[in-house]
């Protein structure tokens, strides 16, 4: 190295802020061009620490190369992005990242080009990703780009309508774009001068984009948990569990990166797939809100006899029901409940007597309003439950439902806080109080047994 050229300081690539035995999900705070791994986000990262809802969650803080000044010598120069991406990749590939099922990005700047590089070459990355928070990106480029791009090769990446940027965006949109469960944020400051809204926002979908208050560098550094640029983050993460807080959005992530793993494994084989697998894949997607597939799927499968997979399509009809209210659906979904339920009885499989008979003494309650036969299979549904084994968390809440069927519903609170000592996971939760909400259609009665789920809950408003 030449005596007259001064040292280059690296940064450390990867900081812990907080490490916490058993959590699955991190979140990684990466910075922007000529930004600092840790001073760029100020109090961000501790107002994440501090919030209950995101116990579950460690937190990290990035930091790669950048300089405004361009340096001579082969092994001093900025980086290019692409090289940035691959090292983000390496990164999170490697311990501890690599041990997490689930990650958010929040970046800042050109970091959020690193980020959307790094989507684009990992398929790995893809399918752990569950959030990304770009705040000031110049996702279009910048015009000014053009002034350092002589010298500096971060600032000739960013160059608006330059290889980098054009390639990125037509990778983005046939990497990214189609890809399931990733919740993407495109982040601008009301008075961010560096990066025009246009670049930081256009190239993204109305329901991607937020903009905040704030310039270009203080939109990373909110003064409290109040101000919108942290409320952005926050209800990005956690708006989906607005109805539904006794649930943890660490867990929910993960889950949600588990149903793309078996999209990924399974959707290619579609055609080939027994009922079982068919199974997993319908429920894989419809979590993953792709109800429209699901529907052309189920029509097109061949039953083989498997009853489980009769409960699944009729659960997806009911679903649709829900929604848009159509009598064919809850009709076509009664008769494969009852299929199945005819079936599992031939079978003596009690663990399909009480799941069949349970929705159909849901739908003949609340869509059909026969109360007799809505008692007659709940009955049914306890008497199989009584004969399951073992005596598992879908055995004591299908219990639970049914008691309020027969109007007994102390009994069915009793059951369902029984129910949640097996710890239950995100989605058993979530279909377990949605069915309850829908048995209840009284606001006291819901308030009453649903406690049992945690408080505070406007359970009102639940169903």
């Known amino acids: 190295m030449n005596a007259k050229q001064a040292p280059v300081k690296n940064e450390p690539e990867l900081k812990a802020l907080r490490q916490s035995p058993g959590n699955r999900n991190a979140i990684v705070f990466i910075h922007g061009f000529t930004g600092h791994y840790i001073s760029t986000w100020r109090d961000f990262p501790k ?16 930091g790669y190369q950048t300089k405004l000044l361009p340096f001579f010598g082969f092994w001093q120069g900025n980086p290019p992005l692409p090289r940035l991406a691959v090292q983000l990749q390496t990164a999170a590939s490697m311990e501890p990242l690599g041990d997490y099922s689930g990650i958010a990005l929040v970046a800042h700047s050109m970091g959020g ?17 569950t959030h990304a928070f770009c705040y000031g990106t110049p996702s279009a480029g910048l ?43 495109a982040v601008a400051g009301d008075i961010d001068e560096f990066v025009p809204a246009d670049s930081s926002l256009s190239p993204f979908t109305y329901d991607q984009c937020r903009v905040v208050r704030g310039n270009h560098l203080e939109i990373v550094k909110p003064a409290s948990p109040e101000a919108d640029s942290y409320r952005v983050f926050r209800d990005g993460i956690l708006d ?39 199974a997993k894949l319908v429920i894989a997607l419809s979590e993953l809100g792709e109800e429209e597939k699901v529907h052309t799927l189920l029509e097109a499968h ?17 679903r649709r029901w829900r929604l848009y209210g159509h009598r064919a659906d809850i009709n076509r979904a009664i008769d494969l409940y009852r299929q199945g ?29 026969q109360r007799s036969a809505a008692r007659d299979y709940a009955r049914k549904a306890l008497t199989a439950c009584a004969a399951a084994d ?17 109007n007994q519903l102390d009994r069915a609170k009793e059951l369902y806080a029984e ?8 989605r058993q939760l979530k279909t377990t109080y949605q069915q309850a909400c829908y048995a209840l259609p009284s606001a006291s009665d819901r308030a009453k047994v649903l406690k049992a789920f945690g408080d505070p809950v406007e359970f009102a408003a639940a169903a």
């Open 302 to 318: 061949p039953w083989t006899g498997g009853t489980d997979f009769l409960g699944v399509w009729a659960g997806q009809l009911k």
């Open 143 to 185: 015009a000014k780009a053009r002034l350092g791009s002589l010298f500096n090769p971060q600032a000739r990446d960013m160059r608006a309508k330059g290889p980098f940027i054009k390639k990125l965006r037509e990778r983005w949109k046939s990497k990214v774009e189609p890809l399931r469960g990733l919740k993407f944020f």
């Open 47 to 62: 107002f994440v620490q501090e919030d209950p809802s995101f116990s579950g969650w460690d937190v990290y803080c990035y």
């Open 419 to 426: 129910a949640l000592q097996f710890n239950p996971a995100p």
């Open 341 to 369: 339920c005819e079936e599992a009885e031939k079978n003596d499989d009690h663990g399909q007597i009480l799941y069949h008979a349970i929705n159909l003494a849901h739908l003949l309650e609340i869509g059909k309003h």
């Open 240 to 278: 989906e569990l607005k109805d539904l807080p006794f649930l943890d959005a660490a867990r929910v992530a993960s889950e949600r990166n588990d149903f793309r793993r078996v999209v990924a494994m399974l959707e290619p084989h579609a055609a080939e797939l027994d009922d079982v697998n068919m």
């Open 113 to 129: 080009l690193v980020v959307q590089q790094a989507l684009v070459i990992s398929e790995e990355l893809r399918q752990r990703v």
């Open 390 to 406: 073992p005596r598992d968390y879908w055995v004591i809440v299908t219990e639970a439902e049914a008691y309020i069927y027969l």
